[in-house]
T-cell receptor, first 115, second 113 residues
Framework: NAGVTQTPKFQVLKTGQSMTLQCAQD?????MYWYRQDPGMGLRLIYY???????DKGEVPNGYNVSRLNKREFSLRLESAAPSQTSVYFC??????????????FGPGTRLTVL | GQSLEQPSEVTAVEGAIVQINCTYQTSGFYGLSWYQQHDGGAPTFLSY????GLEETGRFSSFLSRSDSYGYLLLQELQMKDSASYFC??????????????FGSGTRLQVQP
């Protein structure tokens, strides 16, 4: 089991360029998430998908779009990158909410720099 | 809205006990989770409290008091490898009506020899 995988691991963009961050999980989880983490800060939710076919905005969705391609894959797109989007991006997945706890499993992260 | 407060840094010595506090304001609160993150790594789940009281997992324990909107993570017999950032995260309802996690800003724990 690879768990949650993300590509690429590192990326440098120029302002205005676009790119898609890829995320896949092999744990058959229903829910998937995209977070960003800025230096010395916690994780902020960008978008999430509670189940295949649904996506919802999180705390900081502006400048991003997402696609839940299938149950395994959840991609994050930056249409026109800005320096304020320089951050580490984490993808996570979890089982449905049944049972109370919602343990999230995180990918290794993508370190994005926008010049 | 959702907000969590935790100390930014804590320092302790090897073998000691340390407590990391977390207070929260979360609408539709369900429970409090704790995650560990080493420098350059991904967050990993440590514990969850859905009910008031103490949950113990090896050297780590977590406590929740819903009436006080307060929880803590207790780390015993500290080891150098415990040096990391620790995040509390509240499960609550967000604007869409769905549940989501809101993370605190993290507490950086330094364990000294």
């Amino acid at each position: 089991n690879a768990g949650v995988t993300q590509t690429p691991k590192f990326q440098v963009l120029k302002t205005g360029q676009s790119m898609t961050l890829q995320c896949a999980q092999d744990m058959n989880h229903n829910s998937m998430y995209w977070y960003r983490q800025d230096p010395g800060m916690g994780l902020r939710l960008i978008y999430y998908s509670a189940s295949e076919g649904t996506t919802d905005k999180g705390e900081v969705p502006n400048g991003y779009n997402v696609s839940r391609l299938n149950k395994r894959e959840f991609s994050l797109r930056l249409e026109s990158a800005a320096p304020s989007q320089t951050s580490v991006y984490f993808c996570a997945s979890s089982e449905a909410w049944a049972g109370g706890t919602d343990t999230q499993y995180f990918g290794p992260g993508t370190r994005l720099t926008v010049l | 809205g959702q907000s969590l407060e935790q100390p930014s840094e804590v320092t302790a010595v090897e073998g000691a006990i340390v407590q990391i506090n977390c207070t929260y304001q979360t609408s539709g609160f369900y429970g409090l989770s704790w995650y560990q993150q080493h420098d350059g790594g991904a967050p990993t789940f440590l514990s969850y409290n859905g009910l008031d009281g103490l949950e113990e997992t090896g050297r780590f324990s977590s406590f929740l008091s819903r009436s006080d909107s307060y929880g803590y993570l207790l780390l015993q017999e500290l080891q150098m490898k415990d040096s990391a950032s620790y995040f509390c995260a509240a499960q609550g309802r967000v604007d869409t009506g769905r549940r989501a996690l809101t993370f605190g800003s993290g507490t950086r724990l330094q364990v000294q020899p």
